[in-house]
Every structure is written in C-alpha cells, then in structure tokens.
C-alpha cells in the first residue's frame, strides 16, 4: 500500500511533465538562441572595450591608458581636428543639401530625374574612393585641377590642396550631403502647398515663403540631418586616412589607427575611444529625439495638394547649382577614376595612346592578391549578410509578436540598434579586446570580420525585418495555430513567402555597405583575411592610382548591379530611402 502511495504521484508528475513538454513551444529555443547571440555580437565587444581601458599589460586596474591616451598635446590636437571636421561637414552638407531638396520637391525645376540619379550615384560611390578621385584631382602638383589652372594662368602653382583640412571637410560633405538631401526631401513632400498658397496671396514672394513658412516647418529634419552628418564625418576613417595623414595632421580614427602600430597599445586605443563613442551616443540620441518631431505644427484633417512653385527663369540658376554640387561629388571625381582605371600612366591625360585594358585585366584576372582579396570580400560580406538578415529576423519577430514583455523586447530592440550609435572604428577596437585571448581566439581569422561586419551592420537588417514583419497581419499565423499547426507552421508557411522580396532587399542593403567597410576591416584583418577595402587602401600609400582605380571601379560595378537588383525587387526608392531610414 505505502508503494501504491509513492508510485502514483511519481508517475502523475511523470505525465504532467510530458504534457508541460508536448505543448511547449518548441520555437522557444530558437528565440533564446538568437537573444545569446545578440548579447554575443553587442554586449561582449563593448563590455570589453571599457574593461580593457582600465587595464594594464598584466590585467591589474590603472589609469595610465587614460593619462597616455590624453596627456599629449598632438591626441587633443586630434580630438579638435575632428571637431572643427564634423562642424565644417555639417555646415557644408547644409549648403549642399537643403536647396536641392528643396529644389527637387517644392518647385518645376527642370531635370530631376539626372540630379535624382546623380544623388544616388554619389551613395554609390565608397567614401574613400571620392577621396582617392578628389587626389586625381586637386593633389597639389600632379591633380587635374591645378594643371589646368597652371596652363590657363601660367602661375608656378595650382591654387588647390586637397591634403588640407578644408580639402578634407570638402570631401567628407560630397558624400555625406545625400543624408541631408533625403531627410530634409521627405519632410518637405509631406507639407502641403496649402500655407504656402496663404502666403503668397498675401503678397509674400516665393523665397520669403519658402524661408519663413516652408523651411520652419522641417526644422526638425534639418537638425537631426546636421547631428547624423557630424556623426558620420567624426568617425570616418577612410578619407581622412587618405587625405589628414599626408596632410601631417590627425583626427580621432587616424590617431586610433597610429595606436595599433607595432606594439598595439589596445588599453590606449580603448581609452582615446570613449569620448568618440559618449559624444556619438549622446548625439544620436539628440537626433532621434529632433526627428521624431515631425515638424513645429501638427498637420490635421484631409491632405492638401502639393504643387510645385514656378521659379521662372530662375530655375535655370537653380539647376545651375545642383549640377555644380552633383559634378563636385559624383561626375568629376567618376571620370578621372574611370580615366586612371583604363590609362597606362594617368597624369598623361586622356589619349589613345594611353589607353590600356592592362589594369582591369590583371585586377580581375592575372593579380592573386587581388583575386584572393575579391573571394574574400564577397564571402565575408555575403556571410555577414546571412546571419545578420537571420538574427535580425528573429529578434523583429520576437519584438513585433510580443514573444516577451514589454521591456524585455525595448532592450532587445535596443540592443539591436546600438551598433547604429557605434562608430565602425569603436568597434573594431571593441573586437579586438574581446576576441585576441582565449577562450576565444579569433583574431586572424575570417570569422572575426565576419561577425564584427554582421554586428555593424545589424540595424540595418533589423529595421528592414521589423518593417516587413509589421506590414504582415498576425491573424495569419493564429489561424495556422487554431487549424493545429505549430508556430514553425505558421513561420515558414505564411510568413516566410510573403517575406521574401523584402528579405531580399535587406540583404542587398547589408551586402553592399560590408563589401566596402574599411573602418572595421583595417584593424581586424590579417595577411590571410584582406578584402577589397583594405588592399585599396594599400595601394594608396603606392602611390599606384591606376590599379587603385582599377579595384575601385570593380566595386562600383558591382554595387550598381546589386542596387539595379533591388530596383528590380523594392523599386527605384530602395536604395535612398530604406538606407536613410
């Protein structure tokens, strides 16, 4: 009887047990999974990276990277440079920016389509290799610009000098001012012309209307478009690299690269990194919070008609000027790219017999480096895209769906983000501290580009995922549950299929940037782990700018035709808008 007793309970447990287990969500696993990874990609390299600054040699606690880091006087030089960078950038993009936004959205000027496909043309272009086209173009002796200005004016000299901080400020905001350009244009295609309309009839011309009731009303857009332009011009590293170190003066990410000469100095690195990475998180929170005000006035009721305002003959002047920042930006520095890429020696000018096929051939064909740096470039980059669209998706679905509670999924989506806020170059450094000592040891390897380019580029695959996933009513996937399915059932049945064209697309937008990162490449890679970006970078302090441009050209290439396969797929908005937003 007492076994009877003891029996029973046992095995009503035993069942109750089983039946807990058959109706646990065996997708469950897969969700905490991808919460470990995240936590992997984003937690530990930052966690590492501040540790790491209150470290010596031995591990002990110390301040000495902080006094080193700052207690000379060409670091603070440094940080200043980036400073007066970012400022100068910003102002610039503004000049650049905001008239042919609005331009482009509230008047008849003629020609939208080329300035529209030129815009679109300067994303295209890396940074870096506008850079290496602005040398080609303004180096003080050999640069285009100033021959021409020596045969025309006979003066000893060219007027130019792109190795100089307003040569740098120059080509950081030719390929930063499309950020403003998008932001500000969306914010002016949602205000009607109905208080414009008001204003006139009231005797206001159309450039007193457009400063007084038009351009107030994107005021929010503007700002945050000037944070996000300061942002990405203070953690660039490619152009001014490219443009500073010639120039014999520093920035922040310049000085942060010095700091990994032989012997690395990671403690250092990893102090001299944090005011880069607070002012960094402090503005873009400033961004967020400038931008999700949509404007000084809320708009209520129906939506007026938006019509375009007649310029006149002013619009010709006003086309004038988005063609003048258009050829500054993409056109100019394109041609002599292009003309470098196919010359035998390009400072001998355009002429049939300069004219070779040679420094295509041997960077796709004959070149091992460059053959081996191509593989390694589309693996990484196609490796990162994969996972990255893979945790992306399940974090969104795990957020959207409600899989955890509120706050829960608020970190979650948080944490996603962060590496928006973190500058490339931050990091890598981050990486780095993280993974050159057991028990994981990845430095050296492609596994370590992979994942710092997977964790770069996650907000980007995030938003898109989390996009896709809220365009999908739920009450699909509840009637797979009601009809006995499970949630897999319900995952790769329904939403899998009508989620497709838009996985695509965020693949392309993830493939396309990590194929030319160069911030975190250049100090992550190894002899046996270069890519594309980096062996371009290379060849620049060569001097040899026509296989330079031979290897610049070949991504260009390549990102036109990913980029006409997302107008395929998501229209001709795709690249532009989904980027920005």
């Known amino acids: 009887m007492a076994y009877a007793k003891w ?32 936590a992997f990609l984003v937690i530990n390299p930052l966690l590492r990276l501040f540790i790491v600054s209150f470290q010596d040699a031995t591990g002990a606690f110390t301040l000495a990277n902080y006094a080193s880091a700052y207690g ?4 603070l030089e440094a940080l200043g440079n980036s400073l007066v960078l970012g400022l100068g950038a910003g102002v610039m993009c503004l000049l650049f920016g905001l008239p042919m936004a609005w331009a482009l959205s509230r008047t008849d000027m003629p020609w939208k389509p ?116 300061f942002l990405e011009a203070i953690a660039l590293f490619g152009s001014p690299a490219l443009l500073a170190l010639p120039g014999r003066f520093h920035v922040v990410t310049t000085q942060l690269w010095q700091f990994f000469e032989f ?19 402090v503005l873009f929170w ?14 209520t009721g129906k939506g007026g008609e938006r019509r375009p305002a007649p310029l006149g003959p002013w619009k010709w002047l006003v086309l004038a000027y988005c063609l003048f920042v258009v050829t500054l930006s993409f056109f100019m520095p394109l041609v002599v790219i292009c003309q470098a890429a196919f010359a035998k020696a390009w400072g001998r000018g355009f002429s049939l017999d300069n004219l070779t096929f040679d420094n295509i051939y041997r960077t796709v064909f004959d070149n ?26 399940c974090i969104a679905y795990i957020v959207n769906r409600n ?69 999908i009513n739920p009450e699909l996937e509840d009637a797979v549950r009601i009809l006995g399915g499970s949630r897999w059932h319900a995952i790769f049945d329904v939403v899998a299929p009508l989620l497709k064209r838009s996985l695509a697309g965020a693949f392309i937008l993830v493939f396309i940037p990590a194929t030319r990162e160069l911030s975190t490449a250049i100090f992550l890679y190894s002899i046996n782990t270069q890519v594309l970006s980096v062996l371009l970078f290379d060849k620049s302090d060569e001097g040899n700018f026509e ?35």
Request: proline share 5%; net charge positive.
């Open 547 to 581: 296989s330079l441009a031979a290897i610049g050209l070949l991504l260009v290439v390549i990102t036109v035709a990913l980029i006409l396969l997302g107008f395929r797929l998501m229209g001709r908005d795709f690249m532009l808008r989904r980027t920005v937003a």
């Open 403 to 471: 899989l955890v509670n509120r706050h829960v999924g608020s970190v979650l989506g948080f944490l996603t983000m962060a590496p928006f806020v973190v500058p490339g170059i931050v990091l890598a450094i981050g990486f780095y501290a993280a993974y050159t000592n057991p028990p994981l040891l990845l430095y050296g390897t492609a596994w370590i580009l992979i994942l710092a380019f997977t964790t770069r580029f996650l907000p980007i695959a995030f938003v898109n995922a989390s996009s896709a996933i809220r365009s």
């Open 114 to 229: 080329l300035i529209w496909i030129s815009i679109l043309g300067t994303f295209i272009i890396p940074p870096y290799l506008g850079a290496v086209g602005w040398i080609l173009l303004a180096g003080p002796n050999a640069g285009w610009l100033n021959r021409a200005a020596v045969a025309l004016f006979g003066s000893d000299g060219g007027p130019f000098n792109i190795y100089s901080m307003p040569g740098l400020i120059l080509v950081v905001a030719c390929y930063s001012f499309p950020y403003v350009f998008v932001l500000t244009k969306s914010a002016l295609d949602l205000i009607s012309s109905e208080m414009e309309d008001a204003a006139n009839i009231l005797g206001a011309s159309n450039m007193r209307t457009t400063l007084t009731i038009t351009m107030p009303l994107v005021m929010p857009a503007i700002l945050g478009a000037f944070i996000l332009v």
């Open 72 to 75: 000379r006087v060409r670091h």
């Open 263 to 281: 012997p690395p100095k990671v403690g250092v690195a990893a102090a001299y990194a944090m005011p880069l990475l607070i002012i960094t998180i």
């Open 7 to 38: 029996a029973l309970p046992k095995a009503g447990a035993r069942l109750g047990l089983d039946q807990r287990w058959r109706h646990f969500d065996k997708s469950s696993w897969v969700w905490m999974l991808a919460i470990v990874v995240l």
């Open 286 to 299: 400033m961004q967020r919070r400038i931008t999700s005000r949509k404007g000084y006035v809320a708009l």
């Open 368 to 393: 091992d480096l460059t053959r081996v740096a191509t593989w390694h470039t589309f693996l990484y980059a196609g490796a990162a895209s994969l996972i990255a669209i893979a945790l992306a998706l």
